[in-house]
Each structure stands twice: as structure tokens, then as C-alpha cells.
């Protein structure tokens, strides 16, 4: 089993900026992808974007350009920045590990997913 654990959600203003921390733990391999997805209410879980071990990052268009995901591998964590941040960001937001080395794009390729963490953006 694998266990994410997110931090770093809260309120934050429109324009804002927040920054998410997942770290992974237990039958994690370092050369995985690990990546997020968020809900918001009355919709479905959507990709944000992911990052492989070796760096290559994709994004969703929504978020290209204002957020930007990181890893530290010595540490199986991943942060989440993001700025410029619109009152449609407002979600829950999950970590997610991919067993494999390239990248993540749909939910259904994700193999564990973390509890989730609220990021509510005012206008």
C-alpha cells in the first residue's frame, strides 16, 4: 500500500497564491509518478498535472502558466504552487501516485490517491 499525505490547503483570496505538499510513503518506488487532480463540488475529479521522476511535467490548460508542480525525490515529495489563483480553483484537492514512469492524464491510471486537501479561493 501506498499512503499520500497532503498539507498546505486553506483560504486564500483571488489573485492569491498557495502552495500543496503530498508526501508519499510505504510500497512507494522512487521512479513513479506522482501528480494531482481536484473537485470541486457537483463535478468530477479533474487532472491538474503530474510529474515524473526525471522531471517532465504536463499540465492541465487550465492551470498552465499560474501553477507549477515540483519533486523532491530524496524526500518522495511533491508540492503543488499556485498563483494567480481564481475563485474557480476552489476544490478539493488529491494527491495521486501513478505506478509507472510517464506521466499521469486520466483518473483511471492512477493507482493511489490521498485524502485530499480544501483550497478555497474568495473573489
Known amino acids: 500500500q501506498v499512503q499520500l499525505v497532503e498539507s498546505g490547503g486553506g483560504l486564500v483570496q483571488a489573485g492569491g497564491s498557495l502552495t500543496l505538499s503530498c508526501a508519499a510513503s510505504?510500497?512507494?518506488?522512487?521512479?513513479?509518478?506522482m501528480g494531482w487532480f481536484r473537485q470541486a463540488p457537483g463535478k468530477e475529479r479533474e487532472f491538474v498535472g503530474s510529474?515524473?521522476?526525471?522531471?517532465?511535467?504536463n499540465y492541465a490548460d487550465s492551470v498552465k502558466g499560474r501553477f507549477t508542480i515540483s519533486r523532491d525525490n530524496a524526500k518522495n515529495t511533491i508540492y503543488l504552487q499556485m498563483n494567480t489563483l481564481k475563485s474557480e480553483d476552489t476544490a478539493v484537492y488529491y494527491c495521486a501516485v501513478r505506478p509507472a514512469t510517464v506521466v499521469i492524464t486520466t483518473a483511471s491510471t492512477v493507482g493511489s490517491w490521498g485524502q485530499g486537501t480544501q483550497v478555497t479561493v474568495s473573489s
Open positions: 510505504g510500497r512507494t518506488r522512487i521512479m513513479w509518478t
Open positions: 510529474v515524473t521522476s526525471s522531471g517532465f511535467r
